[in-house]
């Protein structure tokens, strides 16, 4: 669709000749996705739907316990330290952003009065700067009310570098300003076409001031409400016992009429994702399991009790491989996978070609994932005009053999290749649970044939995903040769998604491992496009640079896409729940239900 005929139909929305349906057929007939297509009517002026989940209940209250499984139990409640998704879900119980990301890709307000559009004046444009008015009458669960003040706050701590905040590239290239008690202007430096990343979403919950006011920079990990949160939120917070148990109960000042409907919240952690399956699923005990990562054969099996059912949304989440081109055995200044390193084989670009063709992709996603996940070779896959159409798996030992044998690496009488007295030998870990061990088997089995020796490592979700600077284990660390793992997508524009491969997020000991590039590896050509995507205003010409992006690090194989995940979930039957999959789970928690 060309850029005339696109431009005609959103004046023709906005002129109401056209139907908010009619031109979201349109669009994505015309390949434009869904998410990106709900984008185009915000940034032109139109606003989008406020919620995605019909609310029933006529007052607040009275709906009883809510009980949620997270098998990767939360270890902290503080958003913007959570690099790992189950601390991400529970902070988003206690704190709100601005605005958060429903299943169709929506920008729907939540601490924000409106959504900030070109007709009420919230969008410059020059695309510079973004006026975000507050919704009147919020109140943190102290009592305090809600101003201008803890949203400028929340953008001076995450920026702060030594804050060390896992959420810091959201804040640190802009400037916030207070034009009064209910509004705030965020300042760009340059044209910004995705302008809801700050105060958005995963990365953009608000702080009370008057609790992290003497915690912002070095003494960040020192506040109480790491641990024991005050937003403002549908519950308050009653106790927590990290990695197992936390408790809330109802807000009854909270912002949203005849809301929550639930009287108290119980998020229990541990265990594995099979057993949170069947405690929704075949007994009920528990009203919500998070990130079904369970092989589909056995969760069709479980539905067929009755008692609940799996819920599926599309998501840009992905599961991948990333192959270590530092040093995970060689300590630095007090770090191991250290940028000053260089990983005995695994630099070489060969030996990177060879393991990505002994993986068996369709096999993994056909025996084991079914609905939960798509093999892919593409690290961006949806919104679909985003992802690379250039990149292809392939499944191929004999080839991988080839390569090898070609780039001089001999068989010893082990079996396992070697050149120059260094063995194609290596720790390859992911986070405890059935999928991941089967995939792992898979490519293990896959590579002997190739001469190339893996020792397999299974950490506890728990530890593997903690945000604990102290954890050896964690996967932030990098402290092996290779691991695997799911990273989630936390809106429909994949721009910060990508910044992941920039060489300014690298995961160092300076950033406590929270940078979010944890390959550690980095091209001058991908921080190039990244850096000219974020200015860029025409929509397809900054797709071609994020796609870019996405293809250097894939076709560099230090980053091996796995499957495309769909987001699962389970829920009992009379549960009324919204699952986003551009969002963490809770990120609509106060609108749940049962039916």
Not at 565 to 570: G, L
């Amino acid at each position: 669709m060309n850029e005339h005929k696109l431009q005609k139909l959103i004046d023709d929305v906005k002129d109401g000749g056209l139907s908010r349906r009619s031109f979201m057929r349109k669009v994505v007939a015309a390949g434009i996705a869904a998410p990106i297509a709900s984008q185009m009517l915000v940034w032109n002026g139109v606003a989008m739907a406020q919620a995605s989940l019909p609310y029933k209940p006529t007052k607040a209250g009275g709906g009883g316990p809510l009980k949620l499984l997270l098998w990767q139990a939360p270890t902290l409640l503080n958003p913007h330290f959570a690099s790992g998704t189950k601390d991400q879900i529970a902070s988003r119980i206690f704190f709100e952003p601005l605005a958060g990301w429903d299943k169709e890709g929506n920008l729907t307000p939540q601490l924000a009065a409106e959504v900030p559009t070109r007709a009420n004046g919230g969008l410059s444009a020059d695309g510079k700067e973004v006026i975000w008015k507050l919704k009147p009458g919020v109140k943190w669960h102290d009592g305090k009310p809600l101003t201008a003040d803890d949203v400028v706050f929340t953008w001076e701590y995450a920026a702060d570098p030594a804050t060390a905040a896992y959420t810091t590239g959201a804040y640190t290239d802009i400037k916030v300003e207070k034009i009064d008690d209910l509004t705030v202007k965020v300042i760009f430096k340059q044209p910004t076409p995705f302008w809801a990343d700050a105060f958005v979403g995963v990365t953009g919950q608000i702080l009370p001031k008057h609790h992290f006011g003497e915690y912002k920079g070095a003494k960040s990990r020192e506040a109480p409400a790491n641990l024991k949160p005050v937003g403002t939120g549908p519950y308050k917070f009653v106790d927590f016992k990290p990695g197992d148990i936390l408790t809330g109960e109802r807000f009854a000042d909270y912002h949203v009429k005849n809301q929550p409907h639930f009287d108290t919240l119980e998020v229990k952690g541990g265990g594995d994702a099979v057993s949170a399956a069947r405690a929704v699923l075949q007994t009920a005990e528990f009203d919500y399991a998070w990130n079904l990562q369970v092989e589909d054969e056995v969760l069709k099996r479980m539905e067929t009790g009755g008692r609940g059912k799996v819920s599926t949304v599309v998501s840009g989440d992905i599961e991948f491989i990333i192959l270590n081109t530092t040093d995970p055995w060689t300590e630095v200044d007090g770090e191991r996978s250290s940028v000053k390193t260089k990983h005995p084989t695994l630099t070489d670009p060969k030996v990177r070609e060879a393991i990505n063709l002994l993986i068996d992709r369709e096999s993994v996603q056909k025996f084991i994932y079914g609905r939960g996940g798509i093999a892919t070779a593409s690290f961006v896959n949806e919104p679909k005009q985003f992802k690379s159409q250039k990149l292809k798996y392939e499944f191929n030992i004999d080839k991988a053999n080839k390569i090898l044998d070609d780039a001089g690496y001999k068989r010893g009488s082990d079996g396992i290749r070697e050149k120059d007295g260094k063995k194609l030998k290596y720790v390859f870990q992911t986070s405890i649970n059935a999928p991941r061990q089967k995939t792992q088997a898979i490519i293990k089995q896959a590579c002997q044939k190739a001469g190339i020796d893996l020792e397999l490592k299974s950490v506890t979700a728990s530890v593997f995903f903690s945000s604990d600077v102290a954890n050896p284990d964690t996967y932030t660390k990098l402290y092996v040769d290779m691991e695997m793992y799911t990273t989630t997508q936390p809106q429909p524009d994949p721009e910060r998604f990508l910044n992941q491969f920039a060489s300014w997020e690298v995961a160092t000991k300076e950033n406590k491992w929270l940078g979010r590039n944890v390959s550690r590896y980095s091209d001058p050509a991908a921080d190039e496009a990244y850096k000219a995507a974020q200015k860029e205003l025409d929509p397809a010409k900054r797709a071609a640079l994020l796609i870019k992006v996405n293809e250097i690090f894939c076709e560099a194989n230090v980053i091996l896409p796995l499957l495309s995940r769909t987001r699962v979930a389970a829920a009992v039957n009379n549960l009324a729940h919204d699952h986003s999959g551009w969002d963490v789970d809770t990120w609509n928690l106060a609108a749940w239900y049962r039916t």
